[in-house]
């Protein structure tokens, strides 16, 4: 029951997010003063277009949504590992907070770069290469936003199902990270975003001088 109602605030958060990016967008950046109906209430035509422009943001629309699953994935059985230390995952016990707060996700979107290159670097697999995990690792917003979305909707479906941890650690908490992701979707946080290639454009650099 719990997993099923985690899908449902994963889909609604995930449609739900997109919708405040597009408005954020629209309102907040584009500059406009003015606006058409369809702009604001087309949503058959904004949802689709937005969540495509999402998954595809790394070149690639089946990565990004293989990276969107499993990133979610294993974002929401990190929200589980309260359990393994202490009391059930949805209690109100300090260990359930970490798991579910927004410090994990917070923590990929800081340092997303040096995780990818140096998974890669392990891996002995150029950035280059074409390879599955390669493009997979490419694909950043995607990821994060598997991570993001799945963290929310944990919180949603532990607090809607049982009750048991603080409304006021879960309405922060997910204000943060809906925040965070419209800000990281739109490139206005100050950190993320450093091309996995970085250390091997500077290695070139170093050799043509």
């Known amino acids: 029951m719990e997993f099923f109602?985690?899908?449902?605030?994963?889909?609604?958060?995930?449609?739900?997010?997109?919708?405040?990016?597009?408005?954020?967008?629209l309102i907040h950046l584009s500059g406009k003063d003015t606006f058409e109906k369809t702009e604001l209430t087309d949503w058959a035509r904004i949802i689709p277009s937005k969540l495509?422009?999402?998954f595809e943001i790394g070149g690639s629309l089946q990565y990004g949504m293989?990276?969107?699953?499993?990133?979610?994935?294993f974002?929401?059985?990190?929200?589980?590992?309260?359990?393994?230390?202490?009391?059930?995952?949805y209690t109100d016990s300090f260990g359930n907070y970490f798991f579910l707060s927004f410090i994990m996700p917070v923590l990929v979107l800081a340092f997303y770069s040096f995780l990818a290159?140096?998974?890669?670097?392990?891996?002995?697999?150029?950035?280059?290469?074409?390879?599955?995990?390669?493009?997979l690792l490419a694909q950043e917003i995607p990821m994060l936003s598997g991570i993001f979305i799945s963290v929310i909707a944990s919180?949603?479906?532990?607090?809607?199902?049982y009750h048991e941890i603080a409304?006021?650690?879960?309405?922060?908490?997910?204000?943060?990270?809906s925040v965070l992701l419209i800000l990281r979707w739109n490139g206005k946080v100050k950190f993320g975003g450093i091309r996995l290639d970085k250390d091997e454009e500077e290695d070139q650099d170093l050799e043509e001088d």
């Open 66 to 73: 293989i990276a969107f699953g499993i990133s979610a994935f």
């Open 167 to 177: 409304f006021l650690f879960v309405l922060p908490n997910i204000l943060i990270l």
């Open 52 to 54: 495509v422009s999402i």
């Open 117 to 135: 290159s140096e998974i890669l670097k392990a891996a002995r697999i150029s950035p280059n290469s074409g390879s599955m995990l390669a493009r």
């Open 155 to 161: 919180n949603l479906a532990v607090y809607g199902l």
């Open 75 to 89: 974002s929401y059985v990190w929200t589980l590992m309260g359990g393994l230390i202490g009391s059930p995952h």
């Open 5 to 25: 109602l985690y899908l449902i605030f994963l889909v609604i958060t995930l449609v739900s997010l997109s919708l405040a990016d597009y408005y954020f967008g």
